[in-house]
């Protein structure tokens, strides 16, 4: 494996450094972790944005009706 330099503020080193003793764990695998990840939640929400992109330029769209019920369900209190 390539060793490469990554700067973390000191805050995340120490916090890093606590959690790598209390699981027995090297900071580099947490750290891989972390990334990997980060990473694989921002492909969903980029995933997930060009979706939506890629319906409305279909012209896929709800309706006005739909959107107000559908709002009209979470912002009414139930009786």
């Given at each position: 494996?390539?060793?490469?330099?990554?700067?973390?503020?000191?805050?995340?080193?120490?916090q890093?450094?606590?959690?790598?003793?209390?699981v027995?764990?090297?900071e580099?695998?947490?750290?891989?972790?972390?990334?990997?990840?980060?990473?694989?939640?921002?492909?969903?929400?980029?995933?997930?944005?060009?979706?939506?992109?890629?319906q409305?330029?279909?012209?896929?769209?709800?309706?006005?009706?739909?959107?107000?019920?559908?709002?009209?369900?979470?912002?009414?209190p139930?009786?």
């Amino acid at each position: 494996m390539i060793a490469n330099t990554l700067e973390i503020r000191p805050d995340l080193k120490m916090q890093l450094d606590h959690l790598a003793d209390e699981v027995h764990r090297s900071e580099s695998d947490l750290a891989n972790e972390a990334v990997t990840l980060y990473l694989a939640q921002q492909h969903r929400i980029i995933g997930r944005i060009q979706e939506g992109l890629a319906q409305a330029q279909r012209g896929e769209f709800v309706t006005d009706d739909d959107m107000e019920a559908f709002f009209a369900r979470y912002t009414e209190p139930q009786a």
